[in-house]
């Protein structure tokens, strides 16, 4: 863009923000939002991986804990380039978690802010095989060592997009799980591959081919009425194979927008 003999000043200003927020990585992007939030950090020992991990500053002592779970984030740098570093640049759940009062954890996935060049990491656990048993057992095994830590008896697992197709694996292998909140979520991976032209995720579970079988696990779905990675018709038709799960559209949301407008009230309806 060329110079004008009468710069406009703002919008230089404007620019030099952008180029300054775009110097921070994901990681170090969420840790600064985690830390004005009053969380505090931890990193945690899976059955394969290390997970980062939030808490809020919530007092625990039994009761229930809240755990939220971030979606897949940049799995790829472009269509066919895998990305060095999955992590997100926008922690939608982490600024979910910022307004529970609940005492609650941030579980992060195998791999992400920050871990990817850990041994045992590789792209497969953060593209094809994201949702694979090795990903799943390693952070059933530290949900269940905070499930432990805090000493709650109900857990509620709240998922964005992959984080809650996650989400809904997870609360078939934990019976303390007596809610899962979705938002955006992958419920149909193959139809969601074939939706968007992508390879098969080959050596992940489809939640379409796992059917609840847990009496007393309330499950709700959200998703935005102009979400076009996971569209309304696409999680719909997933939540009726899965056995009739309810599902809300909610109007002149997309994806990512504007889901902290509503999560209060989300909130208040827990049982």
């Given amino acids: 863009m060329p110079w004008t003999r009468q710069p406009d000043f703002k919008g230089v200003l404007a620019l030099g923000v952008m180029l300054l927020n775009a110097c921070v990585n994901p990681t170090q992007r969420a840790e600064d939002f985690a830390q004005r939030s009053g969380f505090h950090g931890q990193t945690a020992v899976g059955s394969r991986f290390r997970h980062v991990i939030y808490r809020n500053a919530t007092p625990g002592g039994g009761?229930?804990?809240?755990?939220?779970?971030?979606?897949?984030?940049?799995?790829?740098?472009?269509?066919?380039?895998?990305?060095?570093?999955?992590?997100?640049?926008?922690?939608?759940?982490l600024r979910l978690m910022a307004l529970d009062r609940t005492p609650s954890v941030y579980l992060g996935r195998p791999c992400y802010l920050g871990l990817f060049a850990d041994r045992g990491c590789a792209p497969l656990f953060w593209t094809v095989r994201r949702f694979g048993p090795e990903v799943l057992d390693s952070m059933e095994s530290v949900l269940r060592a905070e499930i432990i830590r805090s000493g709650a008896t109900t857990i509620e697992l709240f998922g964005h997009s992959g984080g809650g197709t996650l989400a809904l694996l997870l609360a078939q292998r934990v019976d303390a799980v007596s809610r899962v909140v979705t938002i955006g979520a992958n419920l149909d991976i193959a139809a969601w591959?074939?939706?968007?032209?992508?390879?098969?995720?080959?050596?992940?579970?489809?939640?379409?081919?796992?059917r609840t079988n847990r009496a007393g696990l309330e499950i709700l779905h959200l998703v935005g009425e102009k979400d076009t990675n996971t569209p309304p018709f696409l999680v719909q038709a997933a939540a009726r194979a899965r056995g009739g799960e309810p599902v809300q559209v909610i109007a002149?949301?997309?994806?990512?927008?504007?889901?902290?407008?509503?999560?209060p009230r989300i909130l208040s309806s827990s049982p």
Avoid: K
Avoid at 64 to 79: A, C, N
Avoid at 193 to 210: M, W
Avoid at 252 to 263: A, I, K, M, R, T
């Fill in 252 to 263: 002149d949301f997309d994806h990512n927008c504007c889901w902290q407008s509503v999560w």
């Fill in 63 to 93: 009761g229930t804990l809240h755990v939220y779970i971030e979606g897949d984030g940049s799995p790829y740098r472009h269509r066919n380039v895998v990305a060095a570093d999955p992590t997100p640049h926008d922690p939608l759940m």
């Fill in 193 to 210: 591959c074939e939706l968007h032209h992508y390879s098969p995720l080959a050596g992940s579970v489809n939640p379409a081919e796992v």
